[in-house]
């Protein structure tokens, strides 16, 4: 296919409720779309970076300034035969993953509309609906925590995803397993503590947690195999995992039990399949993660994890409602009564469009390259 024309649509969607991490809390989903146009067709991807580098190292200014000047030249009017000939040709670009991943995206878009398949048809994916768990911020107060807790319960949740940080963590999850002790209850901690803080991590063994996710440095995979023989709870990778490469590092030193694959961080779903097939091979379970996307980040997040090994854990993949009152695709996505997502598929009918007055009515700035 030939790339016509890229357009970088910068869009700004407020949260229903503001959303706290260990590192900031959001206000809004400020995120960049990437619409490639090619032979009458278009393709969506959604730039999972954030303003500011505050998550990953690439921010939207930084993947702005990629995607036109350094991708664009790179694609613009050449024959690209698909996402891994894509991948290909922009590999002399180092790091710069979410950049590569937003245009890789949408890139899938196309070939999937090309050859009339589905996005799940299109990277093997075998499930027809996922499970789908809910990722918590830090609340004000335990109170304010626990009544958010029953209330995704009761829509049925199959996980239940605390973020912590220092000083809201041990007692805060001593007093939601007192009030919910059967409940499958994770921690994520976005690198926010060291091995210094190793007794901690052995006290929430008693816990029974599913896994904790990231307790360490972001890049590290040698202080997490020192900190995973030491408790007993399965410590899931999530920011370490950058590539296959990282983690077959992370399964050869037994840094982790768990992966959270998010398939941006990764530089797109070529590298991410990659993974997906390595950890299926070593019997390691994975889970698709999320990045507060909007609908069209996460209807391709749908897609990915119906490949086989994501069966066994619920994923980071809500309800779009759970995080915002508008979003960008019709319909938004939603869940069904068993608190799952349908698969969009060819044979089943499920699917969803790009809402382009949406997105006109959310835009802030729009780059035109021809």
Known sequence: MIIDRIDIIRVKVPFVHPFETSFTRFVERDALLIKVYSE?????????????PLYNPEDNGACFHIIKNIIAPAILHKEIEGPADFMAKVAFIRGNRLAKASVENALWELKAQREGKSLKTLLG?????????VSLGIEPTVKDLLNKIEKYLAEGY???????????????????????????????????????????FKAMDELNLQYIEQPLGEDDIVDHAVLQKAIKTPICLDESIISVDSARNAIELGSCK????KSSRCGGLCESIKIHDLCQQHNIPIWVGGMTELGIGRVQNISFASL???ALLAHDIAASNRYFAEDITIPT??????CTVIVPDETNGVRYEVDEKAIDRLMVSREVIK
């Open 158 to 200: 199959h996980r239940t995803k605390l973020k912590i940080k220092p000083g809201k963590d041990i007692e805060v999850l001593r007093e939601v397993r007192r009030h919910y002790p059967d409940i499958t209850l994770t921690v994520d901690a976005n690198s926010d503590y060291t091995l210094a803080d190793i007794d901690l």
């Open 125 to 133: 994916g075998t499930q027809d609906e996922i499970k789908v768990g």
């Open 333 to 338: 996505v939603n869940i069904t009564p068993r």
């Open 258 to 261: 768990i992966i959270n694959i």
């Open 308 to 310: 086989p090994n994501f």
């Open 40 to 52: 009458g067709l278009i393709g969506y991807g959604e730039c999972k970076a954030f303003y500011g």
